[in-house]
């Protein structure tokens, strides 16, 4: 069965996932980091594409990127994966591949979700239990968007901008998001979307990216999703 395209469409954000391959390490120390982030910033250049966060996790990475073209991000990821697997090949002596597999992606609804999907993604050493704090953890985007260190990589999204009127005044309310614990139906929410496929927002902005690509956007019900543990779980959250 051909597998079906993603939904991208110039101008919104996608909340993006690249693992390695059998979830192996794809760092191995600070330089690779580097490389990674690097090329990351070359390719991203090359193909139009805005990083508005990433996390660089030992065998996966999150990326929050809004692509100027519709073959911007598939280019951009592909780039990276070309040249990083060169490089990482080389530095370990090994062969093959890297990656599990096809990129993830999901489009996400800037006014509703983007901030609480950018907070995901710089989170994400917190929940793997790595730091205690994401200020702490050297290889995301959050000491850009939340303290005074800036990166010519990361360019702030319009609903972070929105945040306050000076860079002082939009790092200390984005900062003060931290608070507030992500809920498990919206953790649930943000991995379900980028694990399938589907744009992560409300109904109205579901339906007008189904009329944008004139095809559903939105998880159809099916028996096999509601005896799954996830689906049950989804649903028990979602009653209280």
Same mark, same amino acid.
């Given at each position: 069965?051909?597998?079906?395209?993603?939904?991208?469409?110039?101008?919104?954000?996608?909340?993006?996932?690249?693992?390695?391959?059998?979830?192996?390490?794809?760092?191995?120390?600070?330089?690779?980091?580097?490389?990674?982030?690097?090329?990351?910033?070359?390719?991203?250049?090359?193909?139009?594409?805005?990083?508005?966060?990433?996390?660089?996790?030992?065998?996966?990475?999150?990326? /929050?990127? +809004?692509?100027?073209?519709?073959?911007? &991000?598939?280019?951009?990821?592909?780039? =990276?994966?070309?040249?990083? %697997?060169? $490089?990482?090949?080389?530095?370990?002596?090994?062969?093959?591949?890297?990656?599990?597999?096809?990129?993830?992606?999901?489009?996400?609804?800037?006014?509703?979700? /983007?901030? +609480?999907?950018?907070?995901?993604?710089? &989170?994400?050493?917190?929940?793997?239990? =790595?730091?205690?704090?994401? %200020?702490? $953890?050297?290889?995301?985007?959050?000491?850009?968007?939340?303290?005074?260190?800036?990166?010519?990589?990361?360019?702030?999204?319009?609903?972070?901008?929105?945040?306050?009127? +000076?860079?002082?005044?939009?790092?200390?309310?984005?900062?003060?998001?931290?608070?507030?614990?992500?809920?498990?139906?919206?953790?649930?929410?943000?991995?379900?979307?980028?694990?399938?496929?589907?744009?992560?927002?409300?109904?109205?902005?579901?339906?007008?990216?189904?009329?944008?690509?004139?095809?559903?956007?939105?998880?159809?019900?099916?028996?096999?999703?509601?005896?799954?543990?996830?689906?049950?779980?989804?649903?028990?959250?979602?009653?209280?």
């Amino acid at each position: 069965m051909p597998r079906p395209p993603r939904f991208i469409l110039p101008g919104y954000p996608q909340h993006v996932i690249v693992r390695g391959n059998n979830r192996n390490p794809i760092f191995g120390c600070d330089s690779d980091y580097e490389a990674y982030l690097e090329w990351l910033l070359q390719a991203s250049r090359k193909h139009r594409c805005v990083i508005h966060a990433y996390v660089l996790m030992t065998n996966h990475v999150h990326l /929050l990127v +809004t692509p100027a073209t519709a073959y911007g &991000l598939g280019k951009t990821v592909q780039m =990276i994966g070309r040249y990083y %697997v060169q $490089y990482f090949n080389r530095r370990y002596q090994r062969t093959g591949t890297l990656w599990e597999g096809r990129y993830k992606a999901s489009l996400i609804d800037s006014e509703r979700y /983007l901030l +609480t999907c950018q907070r995901y993604i710089e &989170l994400n050493p917190v929940r793997a239990s =790595i730091v205690q704090h994401p %200020v702490e $953890y050297p290889w995301s985007s959050y000491r850009n968007n939340a303290t005074e260190e800036q990166s010519e990589l990361i360019t702030p999204h319009e609903t972070y901008q929105h945040l306050g009127q +000076t860079g002082s005044e939009r790092q200390s309310a984005y900062r003060a998001l931290f608070a507030d614990a992500i809920s498990a139906k919206t953790l649930f929410e943000i991995r379900d979307a980028a694990n399938k496929g589907w744009p992560l927002g409300g109904p109205g902005f579901v339906k007008k990216i189904e009329n944008l690509v004139d095809r559903p956007a939105h998880r159809q019900a099916r028996g096999g999703d509601r005896r799954s543990e996830a689906y049950r779980l989804y649903r028990a959250i979602d009653r209280n």
